[in-house]
Each structure stands twice: as C-alpha cells, then as structure tokens.
C-alpha cells in the first residue's frame, strides 16, 4: 500500500497497485472478507490480471503495463438493492466525463455500462455487489479501459484503445486520477440524491438513443430505436409493435 496524489475526498486514497494478479475484483472481495474494515474508496490497480472477468462470464483480457484495471470499493449502503443500477449510472458517467474530456464528445455509453468511442469499445465495467438485508452494503467496482494498446486478440469485439484514438500514449497514473475524481463526483451526486441530473446525463451519452438499427431479441432479427432504460436498468426499445423492456441476455446489438 502507498500514498499517492490522487486529489479526491476518498477514492484512490489509499492504493494498492499490484504488478500481477487473477483479478482485481477478486482481489478486492478477499481482502473485504479477510481483513479489518477496508477504507470506502480503496483503489486496487493491476499492471496484469492473468483471469480478468467481465460482464455474463466473459473474459476481460489486457495487455500487461498497458492498461487500466482496476476496483474500487464503495459503500453505497444508501442504496437498496432494487436502486442498484444507479450505481452502474454513476460509474459509468464518471468515465464517461473523464474520457470526454480527453477525447471529445464521440465518447458514449453503451447500455448497460461499456464506454464506447463511436462504434468501438474502449473500456468496460463489472460492478458486484454485496447485500446486507434489503440494500447494498459494499460495491466492488470493477473498470476496465484500453490505454496503450494498439493489437487485440479475435476474441474481442469491436476494440478500441486511447492510444489508438489519440495517436499517442497515456499516461497510466494520469488517468488513474482523472477517473478517480471523476467518479467520485458522479457517486457524489449519487449521495446527495441528484437522480434526476444522472437520469438525464445517461440519456445524453447513451449510444444510439434514439437511433433505428437492428437487434436481435430473444434470437429473433428486430428494427429498433432505444427509448431509454427503466429504473431497474432493462433496456428501453421501441420496436414496431411495442415498447419492449429488455435484459442483458435477451437483447444482442447488430453492427453493420
Ligand atoms: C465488461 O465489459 O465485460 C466488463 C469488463 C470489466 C473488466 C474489469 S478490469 C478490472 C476488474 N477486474 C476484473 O476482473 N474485471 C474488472
């Protein structure tokens, strides 16, 4: 553990960088379970994660030293578990303003939470929760973006990295802290209860809101406009017969 000058309230203040591990979720769920109270906002970074895990079993793979992976702990015990995807709104939007900031406006969220540049993904996120009766008691925050790599594997769909947008390298720490800060302010708002202000910024930066294209729904070929997302996070889409609520596993996006 170490200090740092990462210039936030809590989070990244206490950092762990580690220079190989499975998983920086797993890590961090460990260490909530094995030691004393863990500090709310406590960073765990990996220069390589040989298991890294991403949303509905799939591998998160990075190449090592040149990317962002990382957990953070947050104690959104305010939140019960039925508001959970406010989470995943905040964090999300929290990357989102960091990386717009670097990159410009063509940065998106695809629903649920992956950060896309146009139509490829640069970073993703893979939140776990953990309950005490009806709320969440701790949140493991698991982000993933590509930084300084320029190949990847056929495993991975449409991918993107900040170097390959920018044309030049970043630098890891910097943007370690410009995430850190960033998503401090959107778990700020989160707080203080600003829900509709995260309501209506989501909507702003979601990939092709409003946009027809086809899906695949439940393995049946769809046209479509995404409307939005309800409360508990399915996804809103406006197909020709019906305003369909979808989840994860029913819903495919099609690219051309
Ligand atoms: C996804 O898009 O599927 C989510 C990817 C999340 C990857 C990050 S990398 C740091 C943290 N540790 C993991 O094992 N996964 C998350």
């Known amino acids: 553990m170490q200090n740092n000058t990462i210039l936030t309230l809590f989070i990244g203040q206490c950092l762990v960088k580690l220079p190989e591990i499975d ?9 909530l379970s094995n030691t004393k109270p863990l500090a709310e906002g406590t960073v765990i970074m990996a220069d390589h994660q040989f298991a890294g895990r991403g949303q509905q079993n799939n591998v998160w793979e990075a190449e090592k030293g040149k990317n962002l992976t990382i957990s953070i702990l947050l104690n959104p015990s305010f939140l019960s578990l039925n508001q959970q995807f406010y989470l995943n709104k905040a964090v999300s939007l929290g990357i989102n303003d960091c990386l717009s900031e670097i990159i410009g406006e063509d940065c998106k969220i695809k629903w649920p939470n992956d950060i896309y540049f146009k139509d490829q993904k640069m970073g993703g996120v893979l939140i776990e929760n953990i309950a005490q009766g009806r709320n969440i008691k701790s949140s493991i925050v698991g982000i993933g973006i590509n930084v300084n790599q320029q190949n990847f594997g056929d495993n991975v769909a449409r991918p993107t990295s900040l170097s390959k ?9 910097d943007l370690l802290s410009q995430l850190c ?10 707080k203080d209860n600003a829900i509709d202000c995260l309501d209506k910024d989501y909507l702003s930066k979601l990939y092709r809101l409003n946009e027809v294209n086809e899906y695949l729904i439940d393995d049946e070929l769809y046209s479509g406009a995404i409307k939005g997302v309800t409360n508990q996070g399915l996804l809103l889409l406006q197909t020709n017969d019906e305003l369909k609520s979808l989840d994860l596993k029913q819903v495919k996006f099609i690219f051309d």
Do not use: W
């Open 181 to 190: 800060k960033s998503i401090e302010n959107r778990y700020l708002e989160l």
């Open 23 to 31: 998983s920086t979720n797993n890590y961090l769920k460990k260490l």
């Open 165 to 173: 947008i920018l044309h030049r390298n970043y630098d890891l720490n």
